[in-house]
């Protein structure tokens, strides 16, 4: 009774630990229900690694199972970080989007008790076959990524998500499983990729599966595949490991993944692809004991000892047992599972003893050229043995031998100088000059790491119970929010001064200039220098000049106009230039811009890059000024309008209900805006009348008109939406009216307004509608595909226009396509068809 009492106690305090929405990375603190599953898990020297295509590909349940239930060291390797996907919560899209998608895949793996390990390739957007996929992702390199993190992680089982017959849908995840496949024998072959082998030996897993799996239309799973229930219920984390595969899938925010938690038995089904299949037992002819380590014949007992005798109540009891486990397995002759218990078991004896190690700084930037303060507490909150003996970070270094009292605060800090040198932190995937479809990594010893590198690491020794050990600790920026409380971010080091433009795009046309603004923003409290500040050269002869004339305290906003537009030849239109401040100080090129991203359930994202603008020059006219847009899931459209010269307003619920439509020559609504605004359904009747009444209302993509059990009233006839895509952003586009006013009026469309485009066409194409009531404009279609002829789909309706596309506007104006613009103006113009 007095242990089940105590069992309680620890899932009661496990349960207020969970993560929650909102991301702050405190020091890691284990409930001793946490640290009763780390002691058994020494006695566990078995691994899974899973591999798919995408982050929210990985089935989280499973991972989760293996993770807290068998207690095996579970990896997910995710070929790309979901770069080319959509984003439900902002307007990022790209290499954007995958540093959010990243962060999201790692609180994933926080939750689950997964490890997480990434590929070079890149997520270029749907892609229909592998075929496909490969022509950019340089199939050779990505396998051998997959074949070093199977070296390095030395997996006893391999399992993929989808098969290499394609039922997995996306070019893809078919890649993910083929590749998988032919990884499990390269990697056991010491001739593939052997400039491998000076850092990792050859490995051969025992086996690869395929998990099969029923999604929607598509069962792939049988009574006759190997299969076994994962639907358990954990006493000790009170959770069933479907209510935790939910709460980690909930994690991909920016895709919508919120999830309901499952309870009871799920079975899961496997198909082995490769290596003896399992007959009994995942793990069949695999040992799992410390069996499989030569001479370690005595750790099993130790750790059933430690197990048997664990006190939940006083964790502490058990760190003199720890350090006896640990200098036996350093005892041990060097190897991958010593290694990896080594580190297990130190973690443990961290945790067990309640220490608080903690380094931070108030500052969240450490300013090249400047100093930074790092504040050091440590409290040794249950009084076991232990002595300070030394703490480093970077070029600071200094020696202790403090003892560490029973719960009293020991605080210090340390102020350094940030050298020149000091590299930015950076995201090491993006710091070379990417392919179409992979980063560009040299260092082997990067590649298959998830995150970034920490700013500073800061290297705590201590001597405990005869022991000494060294504890790595990033240094955060720690701070309190008055709503929040304590939060933790990242600290980052940045240069002087960092560059903000205020658009990638510089859209000219012959009626119109635009300038452009470079904001420079000093990073540090000190002042910067006098000096000159240039943005080019365009085209290799332009330079525009400004300076700075005072020293700069504080943002400094410069203007650069196109007064000697003329000078700059047509050749130099739509050519991307560096077109960012470059202040020359002591010598120094200081020309980066700052990008940040900022959601709660993430850290900060702050990452560089060299500041370019592309120059379009297009001779689109456009029929009408005031745009009404319902912003969506969020994109960059607007931003392209205003350059166009339209003027925008924003719409919000509060507008919509309050404010007359008929003053909007066009309402645009953003990307997937009837998936995320739920109220959109509340003003149908209000938008229709606007139409009715001579309006013009353009709908951008939806993944489907229903929103939950209510259907979505989107048009004025009745649709469908599809999952139909172009993926070819070369697809031939056919046209099937070209007399229509959207082809001709302000301006005639062409092919040539087809050329240029990226990632895709069109997506989420309108169907099952009435041609009575609906014109279709274009056709167009994937190699080997029928043609489709729902990606711009308009109806006449009383005095105005509906439209619905599918056409990427949100992909290719944001990227300069001169076509896509000239095509939106005609849109935007179809209620106002002079000369038709």
Not at 167 to 177: L, M, N, R
Not at 571 to 581: H, L, T, Y
Request: proline content about 4%; overall charge neutral.
């Amino acid at each position: 009774m007095k242990k089940l009492l105590l069992l309680l106690i620890a899932n009661c305090l496990l349960t207020l630990s969970l993560p929650k929405g909102l991301y702050a990375q405190a020091p890691q603190s284990w409930t001793s229900a946490d640290m009763y599953l780390a002691l058994r898990k020494l006695n566990v020297l078995g691994s899974v690694l899973y591999i798919a295509a995408h982050p929210d590909d990985e089935n989280t349940r499973l991972i989760a199972y293996f993770s807290k239930d068998k207690m095996y060291r579970t990896g997910y390797l995710s070929l790309t970080r979901g770069d080319g996907g959509q984003n439900l919560i902002g307007n990022e899209q790209g290499i954007e989007l995958g540093l959010i998608r990243t962060q999201e895949l790692l609180s994933a793996r926080r939750v689950d008790g997964g490890e997480q390990f990434f590929s070079r390739a890149f997520d270029f957007g749907y892609s229909k076959s592998p075929d496909e996929t490969f022509t950019k992702w340089d199939k050779e390199k990505i396998l051998s990524d997959v074949v070093w993190v199977i070296r390095q992680f030395q997996p006893d089982v391999i399992i993929t998500r989808f098969p290499t017959t394609g039922e997995g849908g996306h070019g893809h995840h078919t890649a993910s499983a083929i590749l998988a496949n032919e990884a499990f024998t390269a990697a056991a072959d010491p001739n593939r990729f052997p400039e491998q082998l000076k850092y990792v030996k050859p490995w051969q897993a025992k086996r690869i599966l395929w998990n099969t799996f029923n999604f929607g239309s598509t069962n792939t799973t049988n009574a006759d595949q190997f299969h076994f229930d994962v639907g358990g219920y954990n006493p000790l984390l009170g959770k069933s490991y479907g209510e935790i595969a939910a709460i980690s899938r909930s994690n991909h925010k920016s895709q919508g993944f919120g999830s309901t938690a499952s309870r009871g038995e799920a079975i899961e089904y496997f198909r082995t692809t490769g290596g003896v299949a399992p007959t009994n037992d995942l793990m069949d002819d695999v040992e799992l004991t410390w069996n499989r380590v030569a001479g370690a014949g005595n750790i099993s007992k130790m750790v059933d000892s430690l197990s048997a005798s664990f006190d939940l109540l006083h964790p502490e009891k058990t760190v003199k047992g720890l350090v006896r486990l640990y200098q036996a397995l350093k005892s041990l002759s060097d190897g991958y599972w010593r290694s990896k218990k080594m580190a297990e078991t130190q973690q443990l004896i961290e945790q067990c003893s309640g220490l608080f190690l903690d380094a931070t700084s108030t500052q969240q930037f450490a300013v090249q050229g400047d100093s930074v303060r790092i504040n050091f507490s440590l409290n040794n909150r249950l009084g076991v043995n232990a002595t300070l003996k030394k703490v480093s970070v970077d070029a600071f270094d200094s020696t202790f031998d403090q003892i560490l009292s029973r719960n009293k605060n020991i605080n210090f800090g340390k102020s350094f100088y940030v050298s020149y040198k000091k590299s930015f932190t950076m995201p090491y995937w993006l710091s070379g000059k990417m392919e179409q479809g992979y980063f560009n990594v040299t260092n082997q010893a990067k590649i298959g790491q998830a995150d970034v590198d920490p700013a500073y690491v800061a290297n705590i020794t201590l001597n405990i119970e005869g022991q000494e050990l060294s504890f790595d600790k990033s240094i955060k920026y720690k701070f309190t929010d008055p709503v929040q409380g304590e939060l933790y971010q990242p600290m980052v080091v940045v240069p002087i001064f960092s560059v903000f433009t205020t658009t990638p795009i510089v859209y000219n046309t012959k009626n119109r200039l635009n300038s452009f603004n470079i904001s420079i923003r000093p990073n540090t409290n000190f002042s910067i220098t006098n000096g000159p500040v240039y943005a080019g050269p365009f085209c290799d002869t332009i330079y525009l000049r400004d300076s700075i004339t005072n020293n700069l305290v504080k943002d400094k906003v410069l203007s650069f106009d196109f007064s000697n537009y003329k000078r700059i030849k047509p050749a130099c239109m739509d050519k991307i230039f560096p077109a960012a401040g470059i202040v020359q100080k002591n010598g120094l090129v200081l020309d980066w811009e700052q990008i940040r991203i900022s959601y709660n359930h993430i850290p900060d994202i702050i990452y560089f890059k060299r500041p370019e603008i592309k120059f379009v020059y297009n001779d689109a006219e456009i029929y009408g000024k005031k745009i009404g847009y319902i912003i969506g899931a969020g994109d960059k459209v607007p931003e392209a309008l205003e350059q166009m010269g339209y003027e925008v307003t924003l719409l919000t619920e509060k507008e919509l209900a309050k404010i007359n439509l008929q003053q909007f020559d066009a309402i645009i609504t953003g990307v997937r805006t009837y998936n995320t605004k739920g109220w959109m359904n509340n003003y149908y009747d209000k938008l229709m009348k606007y139409v009715n009444d001579g309006g013009n209302l353009i709908v951008q993509y939806n993944t489907n008109n229903n929103i939950g059990p209510v259907r979505a009233r989107i048009g004025p006839y009745n649709f469908d939406i599809v999952n139909k895509r172009v993926t070819d952003e070369t697809a031939e586009v056919t046209f099937l009216k070209p007399d229509h006013p959207v082809m001709n009026f302000p301006n005639k469309i062409t092919q040539e307004d087809f050329k240029g485009w990226i990632q895709e066409r069109s997506i989420y194409h309108a169907t099952n509608f009435d041609k009575t009531n609906f014109e279709t404009i274009f056709s167009m279609h994937d190699p080997g595909e029928a043609a489709d002829e729902g990606s711009l789909v308009i109806a006449k309706y009383g005095r105005g226009y509906f439209t619905y596309t599918g056409i990427v506007f949100f992909r290719e104006l944001p990227a300069g396509v001169p076509g896509a613009y000239r095509l939106l103006a005609n849109i935007i113009a179809l209620n106002k068809k002079k000369g038709f």
